[in-house]
């Protein structure tokens, strides 16, 4: 660390005023604060004094979302070597085939968003945050597998720039960047983003795993096959068309995008998250009881022309991205509510939404993202009818004492 | 003809009095009918002739308008204008105004129109009317053809109607983009071509 440290150092020079590299100033701030703990700290004034700052946050949240990522990469593997009929593969070949097709997703992702983040940054002469460091992991577990890179780069490029330069970066946005990065996908592109062909990789990943798909491949989501389901009852199967129980959808070996599927690895994280306090519990379990609630009011009253409704109320919960949209989606501090009533509400609603749009909707088999981005745009007004309720309360309980 | 101020009232709302862009005016047709290009032109041209014919008549009869109805003047002129634009559509142009289906009725709730007669229609002689009626409805045209043409080349892949991106791209894993197509991205469009006249306009920002 000490010869990074004398190197830093050595070339801070060139880039403060008058140096050759003044332009890349804040390139170099980014780096060094990204290496090194910032050796000023505020002076004056009524601050908080607390070891967890920005930087911390986000790493947690990243560290957070480690077992789902490292789950997705074996998943897609398991898919895979399904899908090509070859079952017996061992974990290890399908976890190291996972990894080498997620990786070219992750790095657009970071590529592209950190780019703009640092460019913005150098147009503006300010610090670069650490905001993209969540978002970038985020839009790979949240797009299809299959989804083309260029289309990953352009929805990340926009969703950077529109959801959060032009609202002034980290901190300031209104929606959640790496939703508004699968909105854009979805509604650009819907034909990579639903049907048989999004969410298995059939095709081989650096030449490895290459096979032609066996005949009975169908690389239907289980939410996609019950938003098609005809009749009375649901049969939900895999990917070569063995059937699947709700055990299945929540350890997560079932078709879907990389992260959503396994609700252990989700729990894990949020387990993760509860614990350093980096997300707020009562956001995540309104979010987890708002869906119960919708799905069990649905589940009274079953029918074949809704599909959806028959599934029972914890199933609901494993399957699709409602999980993973409960846990990393709707605690995002900076685009939910932040009153505590305001957080119940907000997380309830998205809830029932997230099931709602699931279950009467049609058009869309999963409802979570489009949940969670309406209840961001909510969120500030949740706050004031909050705030000015409390306000209210509080002028009343002081005139009836004088 | 052409003198300082007549100038003024042709060339400023080209750019530094646009209305679409600096008075935020007509924003509804710009979502809705910018989807492709030709209907935008369509529409354009419609706006231009309402305008400058609903001005000029406007001018000629404003002193004997009474102030107490003259919106209802205002709209009975207008109302009178749009029919004949869109009979001459379905006469001459069946296709477009089946795509434009109520928007050109729609014209007469244009904001761009009424303001121009209330703002400047009511106050000046015919010509200088004409001319500010040319000049915002050109100004409000060039908008609304910029944001289809962006939406249809990005959207569909053509101009005009004509496929603009070859197929060599298509074939190589090119998509169009739906996201185009629907309504919202005609406003970022807009949002996006406001930034860059303000950034080159740095006077009319506001604060």
């Known amino acids: 660390m000490k010869f990074l440290r004398k190197y830093m150092d050595k070339i801070q020079p060139q880039f403060r005023p008058g140096g050759k590299l003044q332009k890349l100033e804040s390139v170099y701030d980014g780096m060094e604060s990204f290496l090194f703990t910032p050796n000023t700290t505020s002076s004056s004034g009524a601050h908080i004094h607390d070891g967890n700052d920005l930087k911390r946050t986000m790493i947690t949240v990243v560290v957070a979302l480690m077992p789902a990522l490292l789950f997705a990469m074996y998943n897609i593997g398991l898919q895979h070597y399904l899908a090509i009929g070859q079952p017996e593969t061992s974990w290890l070949t399908m976890w190291t085939f996972g990894l080498l097709a997620m990786l070219p997703v992750i790095v657009v992702s970071y590529v592209v968003g950190l780019g703009i983040e640092f460019i913005g940054a150098q147009i503006h002469h300010k610090e670069i945050q650490e905001g993209f460091l969540v978002t970038g992991i985020l839009i790979p577990l949240i797009a299809p597998i299959n989804t083309p890179l260029w289309m990953v780069a352009v929805a990340t490029a926009f969703a950077v720039i529109f959801a959060k330069e032009v609202f002034g970066g980290t901190g300031m946005n209104i929606f959640n960047v790496a939703l508004i990065t699968r909105a854009v996908l979805f509604f650009g592109y819907p034909s990579r983003m639903s049907g048989d062909e999004a969410f298995v990789k059939t095709d081989a990943a650096f030449g490895m795993g290459a096979g032609n798909t066996v005949d009975s491949f169908s690389g239907a989501t289980p939410l996609g096959q019950i938003a098609t389901n005809v009749g009375d009852s649901l049969s939900l199967h895999n990917v070569v068309g063995d059937p699947i129980t709700t055990c299945d959808a929540f350890m997560g070996t079932i078709a879907g995008s990389p992260g959503e599927t396994s609700m252990v690895a989700i729990l894990i994280g949020a387990a993760i998250l509860l614990i350093t306090g980096v997300a707020s519990w009562r956001v995540m379990c309104s979010v987890f009881a708002g869906g119960l609630a919708m799905a069990a009011l649905a589940n009274v009253f079953p029918s074949p022309t809704y599909p959806a409704s028959m599934l029972s109320p914890w199933a609901q919960l494993c399957y699709g991205g409602f999980a993973f949209a409960a846990v990393f989606m709707a605690t995002d501090p900076v685009t939910g509510a932040r009153t505590r009533i305001g957080q119940y509400i907000y997380g309830f609603l998205i809830g029932v939404f997230a099931i709602l749009i699931r279950i009467y909707n049609g058009g869309y088999p999963e409802g979570a993202m489009l949940a969670v981005l309406l209840m961001n745009a909510f969120a500030p007004l949740i706050d004031h009818c909050v705030i000015s309720f409390n306000i209210k309360r509080r002028l009343q309980r002081a005139n009836n004492k004088q | ?207």
């Open chain 2, 1 to 207: 003809m052409l003198s300082k101020k007549n100038k003024e009232a042709l060339f400023n709302p080209l750019s530094k009095d646009n209305p679409v862009l600096v008075q935020i005016l007509g924003i509804c047709s710009t979502l809705a009918v910018t989807a492709s290009m030709e209907p935008a032109i369509v529409m354009g041209i419609s706006v231009i002739a309402v305008m400058a014919l609903s001005n000029v008549i406007i001018s000629l009869i404003r002193k004997s308008i009474p102030t107490t109805i003259r919106i209802i003047v205002q709209l009975v002129v207008v109302a009178a204008l749009v029919i004949i634009v869109q009979q001459f559509l379905i006469a001459f142009d069946y296709d477009v105004s089946k795509q434009l289906s109520v928007f050109i009725g729609l014209i007469i709730t244009n904001c761009i129109l009424m303001g121009r007669l209330e703002a400047f229609a009511l106050n000046n002689r015919p010509w200088p009317s004409f001319l500010d009626g040319i000049g915002n409805g050109l100004g409000y045209t060039i908008i609304l053809v910029i944001v289809a043409a962006v939406r249809e080349l990005f959207g569909s892949g053509s101009l005009m109607g004509f496929q603009v991106i070859p197929q060599w791209c298509y074939d190589h894993g090119y998509e169009n983009n739906g996201l185009m197509i629907l309504p919202p991205m005609a406003l970022i469009t807009v949002a996006c071509i406001i930034w860059v006249h303000r950034a080159r306009n740095p006077e009319l920002m506001e604060n």
